[in-house]
């Protein structure tokens, strides 16, 4: 497994030494700054150096935070846009032809808020919004060699600048399981598109709980 970090190295470093512990040379970290698109396909072919091939990609890199309107900045914009959104277009395009030759699968990491609006999140919405058409968009273009789809969370983990106690029970108020999910939930999903779904792409699957049909 190929980790990917900008700058939590710490964490990488230690989910890789878990993940060895478990098959010994199993995961190896790779540091790049999503961004640069032209240092992608440095980076795919790095993972595909150390592998010696490339099966799934997962792009579930993330910029999150408010950007209400009257404030926004165009440093905001290209953040997360790039992230979002940039950043998975490039990584799959660099990726493909390694990709292509496996019969491989991609599965990129949306968002519920992709459909509806969530407040003062105006450029976050509309990148993943774009992410979710990229899902469908490269769904066909790639077909038949290489299954792409999303997965959009829902509630999965609360935002870590914080969120009051207030907020917290009113998003589990709209939500028919009434509780939040578990970063589990969201590995499964993505464990069931590249291993089990062999005649699903195109598709973003809603884990949240029913939020998206509820509120």
């Not at 407040?119 to 469908?136: C, F």
């Not at 829902?154 to 917290?168: D, Q, T």
Request: hydrophobic share 45%.
């Amino acid at each position: 497994m190929a980790i990917h970090h900008r700058g939590s190295a710490d964490e990488a470093h230690r989910l890789r030494d878990m993940l060895n512990t478990r098959r010994n040379n199993s995961a190896e970290i790779f540091e790049a700054d999503l961004a640069r698109a032209e240092r992608l396909p440095a980076l795919i072919e790095s993972v595909v150096d150390w592998a010696g091939t490339l099966d799934i990609l997962v792009n579930n890199a993330s910029s999150f935070y408010p950007t209400p309107l009257g404030s926004v900045t165009e440093a905001q914009w290209d953040d997360l846009v790039g992230t979002n959104l940039k950043a998975p277009m490039f990584l799959s395009q660099a990726a493909w032809p390694h990709l292509r030759r496996q019969g491989g699968s991609i599965v990129n990491l949306v968002d519920v808020h992709a459909r509806r609006p969530l407040r003062d999140h105006a450029v976050y919405g509309s990148a993943k919004a774009g992410l979710e058409m990229l899902t469908r968009s490269l769904a066909k273009d790639m077909a038949p060699d290489v299954r792409v789809n999303g997965v959009a969370p829902g509630a999965i983990l609360w935002p870590e600048r914080g969120m009051n106690e207030v907020v917290k029970r009113k998003i589990i108020e709209q939500i028919p399981l009434k509780r939040s999910g578990l970063p589990d939930d969201i590995a499964g999903c993505v464990l069931y598109l590249v291993r089990d779904a062999a005649y699903v792409t195109g598709q973003v699957i809603a884990v949240d709980g029913g939020r998206s049909i509820g509120w």
